[in-house]
């Protein structure tokens, strides 16, 4: 086999002659039919590689239908959660033979709104909205009626579109765990509101505590960051009845423990600390951050499955995909000290 050169690369009828089959056996092998021998896709495949042929995506959609194309709606924001599910996104789209169009937006209903268009309009075959939809749900739900979408923030009114972890649950064990080691009551450091997952765990905070016949103390709010984390611990860390802090994710819980003990507060003698995400720097922050761990990759890769279903079998109806949490119980949680 010798390699030739192309000016304008290499064609599937270019494929077809150095391998001797037909075009319609080289699509077959591009398509992974069945009907095609081992020995025959194993030598067109090497064909393929030799003269370095990509297909062009622009004529398959013309002839199937579909761009083998994933539209991807992030938050314009470097929180580790993002770029982590985002990850689990490409890496799955790349193992089901589709690439990924990911578009940006903030937390305006119209830049929302915009964005879901945007990704309609450039003829992907699906969406995943890796983005709160708290005021967008109604529209977007229109506009992505009659093309296959997964949501994985938990917003309400997407039915079995829905992929992810079960925050209820993950706060209802960072609660329990502290109220389990003798603490009174629990403070909440929450994240923003405009969130589903921030208000879903914030409800099942207060939920808890009132089931458990415990005091609710007034929720503080942040905005994810370690810095928002840190204000707020400062307000925390000078209130001695703090004995425990639930932080709605492990980012602003590095800035409280950072506050807590610029104040003195020592962690876990004083004041029990527990986030949520179990990111990588948690196991290694001073102490071990006790955490509730939830897989961001793990949601982005069950996500692109579940649109993949969608995509090959439009009828299909399935629940919302909702993994459990799982309690990492590490150095900066311990009983309340003595009175």
Known sequence: MSTQQYDRGPAMRDV???AGVS??????????????????????????DELGYRRNNTARALVTGRSKTIGVLTLATNNYSRSSLALGVELGAREAGYTVNSVTSSLSTQSVID????????????????????????????ITARIPTVNTDGSSGMGDRMVGVDQDLAAVM??????????????????????????????????????????VPPELHGDWSPESGYHNGLILGRMPEVTAIF???DEMAFGVIRALTELGRRIPEDVSVVGIDDIDLAAYSNPPL??????????????????????????????PDLVAPSLMVRASTAPPPAP
């Open 16 to 18: 077809a002659a150095a």
């Open 23 to 48: 075009a319609q056996t080289v699509s077959r092998v591009l398509n992974e039919h069945p009907n095609v021998q081992d020995s025959t896709r194993r030598r067109v495949q090497a064909v393929i």
């Open 115 to 142: 964005a879901v268009s945007r990704l309609v309009f450039q003829g992907v075959d699906g969406i995943i909205i890796a983005a709160p939809l708290q005021e967008a749900v109604e529209q977007v739900a229109k």
């Open 174 to 215: 960072a609660t329990k765990h502290l109220l389990d080691l003798g603490h009174k009551t629990v403070w909440h450091l929450a994240g923003p509101l405009e969130w589903s997952d921030a208000s879903s765990r914030l409800n099942s905070w207060r939920r808890t505590l009132q089931e458990a016949g415990c005091e």
């Open 247 to 249: 932080v709605a994710s």
């Open 290 to 319: 006790t955490t509730v761990r939830q897989s961001f990759e793990d949601t982005g890769r069950r996500a692109v499955q579940r649109l993949v279903a969608q995509i090959t079998n439009p009828e299909i109806s399935t629940p």
